[in-house]
Each structure stands twice: as structure tokens, then as C-alpha cells.
């Protein structure tokens, strides 16, 4: 097993080493190019690869150049999605329960990465007591949605909501329930119509009847 890194302060690190039936067996020092058993049995492998000046010079310069030179490239290769955030969209919908009790669903979804925090808070603090909380799923765009539940006492809702925090958000979001708006136009447009088809159904049997 091999690996390389490339620090903020410009610093390149790196290792080599290998296992044996689960077990380290010994690891490769680039900078004093020597070899440390971890086992009493790699000290035969150790007298062997210690004097190979040539190998161990090539596996400093591996780790060091070429090694970090890949390292950059997938990178670059993967930085669309890397650095890819979506914020969640929030909302939180209820239902009444047969016991005298209220459920409230909070529906998280199509946030980017995949970690996410969210809890249901009362009065500002996690509640955990009735609380589900369902698995983070994959949506067919790439992105996520998790369900959080909770049964609470519907006179206690006003105190309740859910909290989430994510890579995308400057600030954690605090979302309760909100009772949909009445669209008006559609009652009023619904209204007008029943009044037309009355008054449809009116001027058709007066036709009828004087047309006798």
C-alpha cells in the first residue's frame, strides 16, 4: 500500500509499506531511505532493502514527483463534483393522529454532498423523545432527501422545528410548520364557475319549456 500528499505549506509527504495476514509487516522512511520492520520476520526483507540505494531513491522520487503529479490531475479531474454543493429545500407538513396527538413530517431534500445535520428542536434544544428519522436516500439528479417525524401534542406545535445544517448554508435553517395560505382566486374562480353552469342549465330548460 502506497499514498502521497502535497501540504498547505507546500511540504510533500508519502509512504509505502505492506501488511502480512492482517498485520503491518514493514514500512518504507523516504527521508532517511531506510526501511523499518514492524515484525521480528521483516528484519530478513529489511537486510535486503536497505542497501538497494537505487529502489530507494526511485520510491522517494515517486512519491515526491509523479505520485503528486497524479494526485493534482484527479484532483482537477474531479473538482466539478468535488466542490459541488446544492442547498437543501426544507418544508414541514402534519397530520392528525386517532390518539389526539399530531405528526410532523420534515421533508429535506436536494442537497449536495451527502452529509447533513438535522434534528427536530423544541424550544431551541434537540428533541429526540417520538422522533424517526428515516436514511439519507439518492435522488435521480445525484442529490439527497432525508424524512425526519415526530408525534407531538398538537397545542405544543408552535415550539417545535426542524433544524438543518449543511455544507451549503452559511447558517443552520429553522423550519416549523405553516399553515397553507387560502388561494382565494381559485375559490373565487371556482364559485364563478358553479354560477355559470347554473345559470347554464337554467337557460337550457327555459328554452325547452317555452320552445313546447
Known sequence: MYGCELRSDGR???YRQF??????????????????????????????????????????????????EWLQRYLDYGKETLLRTEAPVVK??????????????CQVHGFYPKEIEANWVKDGEVWQEGTLRGLVAPNSDGTYYLLLIVQIDPEERERFR???????LEKPLDVAWEKEPV?????????????????????????FIHSK
Open 12 to 14: 510533500k509527504g508519502g
Open 19 to 68: 501488511g502480512y495476514d492482517g498485520r503491518d509487516f514493514i514500512t518504507f522512511d523516504k527521508e532517511t531511505l531506510t526501511w523499518t520492520a514492524a515484525e521480528t520476520e521483516a528484519e530478513v526483507s529489511k537486510r535486503k532493502l536497505d542497501p538497494d540505494l537505487a529502489l530507494n531513491q526511485y520510491l522517494k522520487a515517486y512519491m515526491e514527483e509523479e505520485c503528486i
Open 92 to 105: 414541514v407538513t402534519r397530520k392528525a393522529d386517532y390518539d389526539g396527538l399530531e405528526t410532523l413530517v
Open 162 to 168: 426542524c433544524r438543518v445544517e449543511h455544507d451549503s
Open 183 to 207: 388561494n382565494l382566486g381559485l375559490i373565487v374562480g371556482a364559485i364563478l364557475g358553479v354560477m355559470a353552469a347554473i345559470l347554464l342549465v337554467s337557460g337550457i330548460i327555459f328554452f
